[in-house]
């Protein structure tokens, strides 16, 4: 309960002036606020209500970063579990780090910081997959190695799913979740001189889309290059958990069950010195 309020107590000091203080300053070809205030032909009341939009987004992703600060300890109390304390601090640190690189920018500033954070996903659901199958069964896997390729498996499956919710983002709602990289050949068969033939394009320096030049010295690939980096991250990091894991035989749970005897204030450690039968008064 202490470490529980302790984290939810930093939490709301550092998101609460995250969230006064507005977001950090952007490049102004990054910032959709910049743009449209620079359009003279737009009338003021345009510009209000594009300022009005973005402070709402950052009010709400600052509110939903606080639900998922408490679902480890919501988690703890439906399923009668306890987080150890890195997997508790490794579930903050993803959650205020998305905030922080929607909010400040920090996806811009630092460029590794999205890898980051696919790296440790991969690493938490892990975690979270290998107490899954007591959750699911009331009891754990009997061999270590099992747990370790459900975790990896689990691990994966939800990377999947989230590389699915971006698409359908940038499909459906004109985001770009996916981000795009600037690639300096391509190899389509849609390029090839016959049927089924692949055809090349070597060395891209200039793309022009409908007359107008990217100017970005290649061609733009519209985030097939990111979806697949985040998922072989995410897998990279729940790879080496789970070989950690299994390495270690089993050991340290990242999760376990709550005992009877911790619901009534007894330490495990305090309840195994007693002799059986004897109870702690």
């Known amino acids: 309960m202490k470490r529980n309020s302790l ?50 987004e950052r009010i709400l992703l600052c509110l939903a970063t606080v639900l998922l600060l408490l679902l480890p300890m919501v988690a703890e109390r439906v399923l009668r579990c306890r987080f150890s304390l890195p997997l508790y601090l490794l579930c903050m640190f993803y959650a205020i780090g998305a905030m922080l690189g929607h909010s ?8 590794g910081w999205d890898k980051l954070l696919h790296i440790i996903g991969g690493i938490v659901f892990a975690m979270l ?34 590389e699915f919710f971006e698409y359908g983002m940038d499909h459906f709602f004109a985001m770009d979740m996916q981000n795009d990289t600037v690639i300096y050949s391509l190899h389509s068969y849609l390029l090839g001189d016959e049927l089924g033939g692949l ?51 089993g050991r340290p749970q990242p999760i376990r069950p709550v005992m009877s005897n911790e619901k009534n204030g007894i330490h495990p450690r305090e309840a195994s010195s007693q002799p059986p039968g004897q109870t702690v008064s």
């Open 7 to 56: 984290c939810l107590f930093l939490s709301l000091c550092l998101l609460l002036p995250l969230a006064a203080c507005g977001e950090a300053e952007a490049p102004a070809a990054e910032s959709s606020a910049y743009i449209i205030e620079h359009f003279s032909e737009l009338p003021e009341e345009i510009t209000g209500i594009s300022r009005a939009v973005l402070d709402g």
């Open 104 to 111: 400040w920018k920090f996806y811009y500033l630092f460029p």
């Open 129 to 162: 997959g290998i107490f899954l199958p007591c959750v699911m069964q009331g009891k754990a896997l009997e061999h270590p190695l099992m747990t370790a390729i459900f975790a990896l498996c689990f691990s994966i499956a939800v990377s999947a799913v989230w």
């Open 199 to 249: 055809g090349s394009i070597e060395h891209i320096q200039d793309v022009s889309v409908n007359g107008n030049m990217l100017n970005l010295g290649g061609y733009l690939d519209i985030g097939l290059i990111d979806t697949m980096n985040d998922m072989i991250l995410e897998s990279l990091g729940a790879l080496a958990y789970v070989l950690y894991y299994s390495l270690r035989g």
